[in-house]
């Protein structure tokens, strides 16, 4: 049933006393805000002076590697942005008790309540600004996202949905501009000490790119694009004009991201009219980006807020000297000892997964820099060694170069068998043909039905030899692809398949729309993605195929089961058994 809390209910979570608040339009409802991972719902402290958010995750989500991830970036609540740091976790150990009672309440983290809008709720509700109000809150995002740019971490989903602005709830005449923004929906958060998340971020509609690798989606310049679009939306939200042309929850359209539509000139002309040509060129880099590190950093959008007329000359003067505090000498020092880290842990990277030309070209950019005496004699050692390291993996390549055109020959050679299978098939089709166009009035010696008998199974024959052809020459050209290649191919259709999904899961079901079977056809189409990836990357056989299938017509379904009656198991097995002896129909 999982976490059905009353209003008002009482909880003792790690010794303090906290009741479930209600909806503010619904008092006789709890207050929850349903999110990717989980739903997050309101308490109040026993005196009602505090509150406190709980995120209750679905099980989907529930790790314990959360209690470590909630200590490490706990550390980074003073941040400008990140006041939902601030946070802790029911553990079995401190919160007995109340597992024993809630056990969906395991792992489930309290942090700081944000009061506001989120950005996506703007959007929705079209909510004009002023400009003044659109200066102050893209300049508080860029504040907050230069302080966790400098200190090496990413938010590592940021969309309109996890960018919440108090400096328009209830309390935002006394909220600090420097509070203006906060960032929610932490738990993929990436820095160099923590570990990589189970379920790795993809980038949220609107704001994932459709260019960057996947791979680039959890790690420091993961919010760069995402935090362009943003920036740029909030600059727009003070023209009328704006809103007329939003998509929905987001001014883009999921797959308008990096294309050059009538969405994307408007948006570029309105900023361009209004804010000017450096913070046009700023977003046109990061659209046109086709590597997160090609797009501006953050402390190049905060220079050129701080030079835009905000509203009045005393925000402006405000403006720019928070910009030359922040990005003043030291500031300055720190970016650069952050991006030669960066570049130091990507070089190691590379090092790590075999890519050694790439690590020693990012070796060499760093010695360019004129780093320390030891830092220098460090890298030249690494580069004597990844030269050597470079000479075995060339000699090794020829081998593999060597018995793969050995592999490709003989794949060529059953080709040109089935080919020749395939064209005399063909001339025996027409030399039949040829015979019964000459027998004319003779007397045939077999019957006309026996002849075009025959000739729709040569017919048949030459069909099946050229499907066969078609397919040996897909196998070819996907065997020839470098396994880096299938796996980004594959990720790439598997996010477009389960887009697909989403959508079909939203449809609202009509006379002549059923959401199920929409739902069934994607996920049927994202399992033959997946499947033909494994048989053509790994070269299973029938056989295993088969095994793969069986194996998933009783995990999945079982799984269903259990989570709604667990007898149902039961009779499930005894009907599904034969498929796994071998004595059913697959």
């Given at each position: 049933?999982?976490?059905?809390?009353?209003?008002?209910?009482?909880?003792?979570?790690?010794?303090?006393?906290?009741?479930?608040?209600?909806?503010?339009?619904?008092?006789?409802?709890?207050?929850?805000?349903?999110?990717?991972?989980?739903?997050?719902?309101?308490?109040?402290?026993?005196?009602?002076?505090?509150?406190?958010?709980?995120?209750?995750?679905?099980?989907?989500?529930?790790?314990?590697?959360?209690?470590?991830?909630?200590?490490?970036?706990?550390?980074?609540?003073?941040?400008?942005?990140?006041?939902?740091?601030?946070?802790?976790?029911?553990?079995?150990?401190?919160?007995?008790?109340?597992?024993?009672?809630?056990?969906?309440?395991?792992?489930?983290?309290?942090?700081?309540?944000?009061?506001?809008?989120?950005?996506?709720?703007?959007?929705?509700?079209?909510?004009?600004?002023?400009?003044?109000?659109?200066?102050?809150?893209?300049?508080?995002?860029?504040?907050?996202?230069?302080?966790?740019?400098?200190?090496?971490?990413?938010?590592?989903?940021?969309?309109?949905?996890?960018?919440?602005?108090?400096?328009?709830?209830?309390?935002?005449?006394?909220?600090?501009?420097?509070?203006?923004?906060?960032?929610?929906?932490?738990?993929?958060?990436?820095?160099?000490?923590?570990?990589?998340?189970?379920?790795?971020?993809?980038?949220?509609?609107?704001?994932?790119?459709?260019?960057?690798?996947?791979?680039?989606?959890?790690?420091?310049?993961?919010?760069?694009?995402?935090?362009?679009?943003?920036?740029?939306?909030?600059?727009?939200?003070?023209?009328?004009?704006?809103?007329?042309?939003?998509?929905?929850?987001?001014?883009?359209?999921?797959?308008?991201?990096?294309?050059?539509?009538?969405?994307?000139?408007?948006?570029?002309?309105?900023?361009?009219?209004?804010?000017?040509?450096?913070?046009?060129?700023?977003?046109?880099?990061?659209?046109?980006?086709?590597?997160?590190?090609?797009?501006?950093?953050?402390?190049?959008?905060?220079?050129?807020?701080?030079?835009?007329?905000?509203?009045?000359?005393?925000?402006?003067?405000?403006?720019?000297?928070?910009?030359?505090?922040?990005?003043?000498?030291?500031?300055?020092?720190?970016?650069?000892?952050?991006?030669?880290?960066?570049?130091?842990?990507?070089?190691?990277?590379?090092?790590?997964?075999?890519?050694?030309?790439?690590?020693?070209?990012?070796?060499?950019?760093?010695?360019?820099?004129?780093?320390?005496?030891?830092?220098?004699?460090?890298?030249?050692?690494?580069?004597?060694?990844?030269?050597?390291?470079?000479?075995?993996?060339?000699?090794?390549?020829?081998?593999?170069?060597?018995?793969?055109?050995?592999?490709?020959?003989?794949?060529?050679?059953?080709?040109?068998?089935?080919?020749?299978?395939?064209?005399?098939?063909?001339?025996?089709?027409?030399?039949?043909?040829?015979?019964?166009?000459?027998?004319?009035?003779?007397?045939?010696?077999?019957?006309?039905?026996?002849?075009?008998?025959?000739?729709?199974?040569?017919?048949?024959?030459?069909?099946?030899?050229?499907?066969?052809?078609?397919?040996?020459?897909?196998?070819?050209?996907?065997?020839?692809?470098?396994?880096?290649?299938?796996?980004?191919?594959?990720?790439?259709?598997?996010?477009?398949?389960?887009?697909?999904?989403?959508?079909?899961?939203?449809?609202?079901?009509?006379?002549?729309?059923?959401?199920?079977?929409?739902?069934?056809?994607?996920?049927?189409?994202?399992?033959?993605?997946?499947?033909?990836?494994?048989?053509?990357?790994?070269?299973?056989?029938?056989?295993?195929?088969?095994?793969?299938k069986a194996v998933e017509g009783y995990y999945y379904p079982f799984m269903y089961n259990h989570n709604r009656n667990a007898?149902?198991?039961?009779?499930?097995?005894?009907?599904?058994?034969?498929?796994?002896?071998?004595?059913?129909?697959?």
């Amino acid at each position: 049933m999982g976490f059905q809390p009353e209003v008002n209910a009482p909880l003792i979570i790690n010794g303090q006393r906290f009741a479930i608040g209600q909806h503010p339009n619904a008092p006789t409802i709890p207050y929850g805000q349903e999110g990717r991972q989980g739903t997050v719902y309101l308490l109040h402290s026993e005196d009602r002076r505090r509150k406190k958010a709980m995120k209750v995750f679905r099980s989907k989500f529930v790790n314990p590697s959360l209690v470590y991830h909630t200590q490490q970036i706990a550390k980074f609540s003073g941040v400008e942005g990140l006041l939902a740091c601030e946070r802790f976790i029911v553990t079995p150990q401190n919160n007995t008790e109340l597992l024993r009672e809630e056990p969906d309440l395991l792992y489930a983290v309290v942090m700081s309540w944000i009061e506001g809008p989120t950005w996506m709720d703007m959007l929705l509700n079209k909510q004009k600004l002023t400009r003044r109000q659109s200066h102050s809150a893209a300049y508080a995002l860029a504040q907050a996202l230069v302080a966790m740019e400098q200190r090496g971490l990413s938010h590592g989903d940021l969309s309109a949905p996890n960018v919440m602005l108090p400096m328009f709830g209830e309390r935002g005449a006394s909220v600090r501009p420097i509070d203006y923004v906060q960032l929610i929906d932490l738990e993929q958060m990436y820095a160099s000490h923590l570990e990589r998340p189970e379920h790795l971020p993809v980038g949220s509609p609107g704001y994932a790119s459709q260019r960057h690798p996947l791979t680039q989606m959890w790690g420091p310049y993961s919010d760069r694009f995402a935090g362009a679009v943003l920036l740029t939306e909030m600059l727009g939200a003070c023209l009328d004009s704006f809103f007329d042309s939003t998509w929905g929850e987001s001014y883009f359209a999921p797959e308008e991201t990096q294309s050059y539509g009538e969405r994307y000139a408007r948006l570029v002309e309105f900023i361009r009219s209004e804010w000017g040509e450096a913070i046009v060129s700023l977003f046109i880099r990061a659209w046109d980006s086709n590597e997160l590190s090609q797009c501006p950093t953050f402390g190049e959008w905060m220079i050129e807020l701080a030079k835009t007329e905000s509203g009045s000359k005393t925000s402006r003067i405000a403006a720019s000297a928070a910009a030359i505090s922040a990005i003043g000498s030291g500031a300055k020092e720190e970016m650069a000892a952050a991006a030669q880290e960066g570049q130091l842990k990507r070089a190691r990277q590379y090092e790590s997964k075999g890519k050694y030309l790439e690590a020693m070209d990012v070796y060499r950019s760093i010695l360019q820099r004129n780093p320390n005496a030891n830092l220098a004699k460090e890298i030249a050692i690494a580069l004597e060694s990844l030269t050597a390291k470079q000479d075995i993996k060339q000699n090794e390549s020829r081998e593999r170069n060597r018995r793969r055109f050995s592999s490709m020959r003989r794949i060529a050679t059953i080709s040109a068998i089935v080919g020749c299978l395939g064209i005399g098939g063909y001339f025996a089709f027409g030399s039949i043909k040829d015979f019964i166009n000459k027998a004319g009035s003779s007397q045939p010696s077999v019957s006309v039905d026996e002849l075009k008998l025959k000739v729709a199974n040569l017919e048949a024959d030459v069909a099946d030899k050229n499907a066969q052809i078609k397919e040996m020459k897909k196998q070819i050209e996907h065997l020839s692809k470098p396994l880096s290649q299938k796996q980004e191919d594959m990720l790439m259709q598997l996010s477009q398949d389960y887009e697909q999904i989403r959508k079909a899961a939203e449809t609202k079901a009509d006379s002549r729309t059923d959401p199920s079977q929409l739902v069934f056809e994607a996920s049927q189409s994202y399992m033959n993605h997946l499947h033909n990836y494994l048989i053509g990357t790994y070269q299973w056989d029938s056989h295993f195929v088969e095994q793969l299938k069986a194996v998933e017509g009783y995990y999945y379904p079982f799984m269903y089961n259990h989570n709604r009656n667990a007898q149902l198991n039961i009779r499930f097995f005894n009907d599904y058994k034969d498929h796994l002896t071998g004595r059913g129909s697959k």
